[in-house]
């Protein structure tokens, strides 16, 4: 069970948009940044969103993130088949002093 | 470029012990905080274990306090991870990862990661 919630799956279409949501608590989400990670088919996490909503030099704009309250949701415009992948949300616990993750949501292309 | 290679894994018994190790280039490595992070077949992101840009801080997770170790040499810009009392439950792909800044707590996410190293535990 992790700590923050995230569905387990999301589908989309080319074109379309999706988001994908975090759900946490006052100790983690509520009071840290929040970060998101693409993780492909047998490769390493890629940084993705940091700080809530900054994307690091390279990613397509057609990613966002955004935070508000305890939960936090990663949006992706106009869908693309190499968008398939795992999505995982992260952020500090305050009151475990650990990094925790999300489940991880697989993004399906149809 | 930045990179992060980790090397070390293997298959051990459980109750043993193996050291993972992860070679960074690209940048200065001793102005940055290291994590460690592993994915167990199947399975989400679990971060391990913690250390500052100098080693004088460090934090693990309780799933594996007091049975490992992490430690870094920044005179060859090298992490690593020293594992004893191995756990099936220790199986995992190991990553390296980068924190953004000086620390690896609140605030401080990890931006780049190596491309792992796997960890069987099995008799």
């Known amino acids: 069970q992790s700590v923050l919630t995230q569905p387990p799956s999301a589908s989309g279409t080319p074109g379309q948009r999706v988001t994908i949501s975090c759900s946490g608590s006052s100790s983690n989400i509520g009071s840290d940044y929040v970060y998101w990670y693409q993780q492909l088919p047998g490769t390493a996490p890629k940084l993705l969103i940091y700080t809530n909503n900054q994307r690091p030099s390279g990613v397509p704009d057609r990613f966002s993130g955004s935070k508000s309250g305890t939960s936090a949701s990663l949006a992706i415009s106009g869908l693309r088949s190499e968008d398939e992948a795992d999505y995982y949300c992260a952020t500090w616990d305050d009151s475990l002093g650990v990094w925790v993750f999300g489940g991880g949501t697989k993004l399906t292309v149809l | 470029e930045v990179q992060l290679l980790e090397s070390g894994g293997g298959l051990v018994q459980p109750g043993g012990s193996l050291r993972l190790s992860c070679a960074a280039s690209?940048?200065?490595?001793?102005?940055?905080?290291l994590s460690w992070v592993r994915q167990a077949p199947g399975k989400g992101l679990e971060w391990v274990s913690g250390?500052?840009?100098?080693?004088?801080?460090?934090h693990f997770a309780d799933s594996v306090k007091g049975r490992f170790t992490i430690s870094r040499d920044n005179s060859k810009n090298k992490l690593y991870l020293q594992m004893i009392s191995l756990r099936a439950e220790d199986t995992a792909v190991y990553y390296c990862?980068?924190?953004?800044?000086?620390?690896?707590?609140?605030?401080?996410?990890?931006?780049?990661w190596g491309q792992g190293t796997t960890v069987t535990v099995s008799s």
């Open positions: 990862a980068r924190n953004l800044a000086y620390s690896y707590g609140s605030n401080y996410g990890m931006d780049v």
């Open positions: 690209g940048f200065t490595f001793s102005n940055y905080a």
């Open positions: 250390i500052s840009y100098s080693g004088g801080s460090i």
